[in-house]
């Protein structure tokens, strides 16, 4: 049971942000329902639905929106929703008939959480794109990427899950907490392009204090920094250092058995190639195990560069169950963590329901009444 056990949640299908935030909701203890078309959806690159992990932690109802009949039992169960999320594009609930305000009307304490990459209005909000797109537009891409080298992609956790997901389960968390104080709901307008630019804030600092360049890999966290920096090994595998602060730095080059007073000054960043040349070639004269051995655990500010596959096997990440197993497949683990409201494990990523597996799907939303008069119907399929 964790801490958002009780709190109840539609989710429209789609594919990114939308389910991303669901399941940190569905983690956490929500009681979240997804609303599929019948036959399922294409939720992007295809794959078994054992793998969508995203989707994990809650069932799915499959409804054909378009049919009267499919609405009005998405409406019914919007009556007994804390929350709805959607990701379209604008305009597409209000078509289906499933927009704010028919909601709003059904239940008037509803959090209807909207994400979208452009927002909800603004001379792009009906143009399609993608992560890169918006974080584009925001002055995130700009910054990523080596000296004298093009603007590097990132994946897209900034876009979809920080900028989007994140701050969308942020919004619905706060909605529903205000929701619970006056009664009344309200429509969350989570933009991609707006998370973004928020987490770029600390960035926009730096720049007006005249502490930072827009040339890439030439500032202290961007590649530029020979202190902070990924530098490969005598084995063709990576590690990383971090040694911002004085005091961290002087412990990396003590162990490193450098005299600082052959090492230009820290802050000098005219002198940081050169730093950072010397630091290269040191750290390919060792395999990362060797240079774990030396560094992991100090305050050197070090950590090897793992993989996915690997990630989960770490001794740090093992004792702290960081990784878990679920239905065969190692995944991340519910995130954050409460010492009392416990999370349970997510049940793995469920497939549309069929007519009776609807019924079960159904069972903590309505009464066994209604549920055999829409079984009665035909509408559960």
């Known amino acids: 049971m964790g801490p958002l056990a009780g709190i109840k949640v539609v989710v429209l299908t789609g594919i990114g942000p939308a ?10 203890g929500a009681t979240v329902l997804r609303i599929d078309r019948p036959g399922g959806s294409d939720l992007g690159v295809p794959r078994p639905l054992r793998y969508d992990l995203l989707l994990r932690g809650r069932r799915c ?49 509803l959090v209807y959480g909207r994400v979208t990459g452009w927002g909800q209005d603004g001379p ?85 204090a005249g502490l930072g360049s827009h040339e890439r890999g030439t500032n202290i966290l961007d590649t530029g920094a020979h202190f902070y920096e990924v530098y490969e090994c005598a084995d063709g595998r990576w590690i990383s250092v971090a040694a911002i602060e004085g005091k961290f730095y002087a412990e990396l080059l003590r162990r490193l058995d450098i005299d600082p007073a052959t090492m230009p000054p820290q802050m ?18 060792r395999t990362q195990s060797e240079w774990c051995t030396l560094l992991e655990g100090t305050d050197a500010c070090f950590a090897p560069v793992l993989t996915t ?38 049940i793995p990523p469920q497939p549309p329901s069929g007519p009776e597996e609807a019924e079960a799907v159904l069972a903590d939303w309505l009464d066994p009444r209604e549920v055999a008069a829409l079984r009665a119907a035909g509408t559960l399929g």
């Not at 104080?181 to 730096?206: E, K, N, P, W, Y």
Request: charged share 20%; aromatic share 6%; glycine share 12%.
């Open 124 to 208: 792009l909000a009906q143009a399609a794109g993608h992560d890169l797109n918006y974080i584009a537009l925001a002055g995130a891409v700009h910054a990523f990427g080596r000296r004298g080298q093009p603007p590097t992609p990132p994946l897209n956790l900034i876009g979809d899950f920080g900028g989007g997901a994140l701050y969308l389960a942020f919004g619905v968390v706060c909605g529903v907490l205000e929701a619970q104080r006056s009664g009344r709901g309200q429509v969350v307008d989570a933009a991609m392009i707006d998370g973004t630019a928020s987490l770029m804030t600390a960035f926009h600092g730096l720049m007006a």
């Open 19 to 28: 389910p991303m935030c669901a399941m940190l909701l569905a983690d956490l």
């Open 61 to 109: 109802l499959a409804l054909d929106l378009k049919r009267p009949d499919g609405k009005a039992l998405a409406l019914r169960l919007v009556e007994g929703a804390d929350a709805l999320i959607e990701g379209f594009r604008p305009g597409v609930t209000e078509r289906l008939g499933l927009g704010p305000t028919e909601c709003l009307a059904r239940n008037s304490r």
């Open 309 to 346: 596959d690997e990630a989960p096997s770490h001794a740090h990440n093992k004792m702290r169950g960081t990784f878990i197993e679920i239905d065969g497949i190692m995944q991340p683990a519910p995130a954050p963590r409460f010492s009392r409201t416990v999370s349970d494990l997510p």
């Open 268 to 285: 000098e960043q005219e002198h940081w190639p050169e730093a950072k040349a010397r630091l290269a070639a040191l750290f390919r004269r």
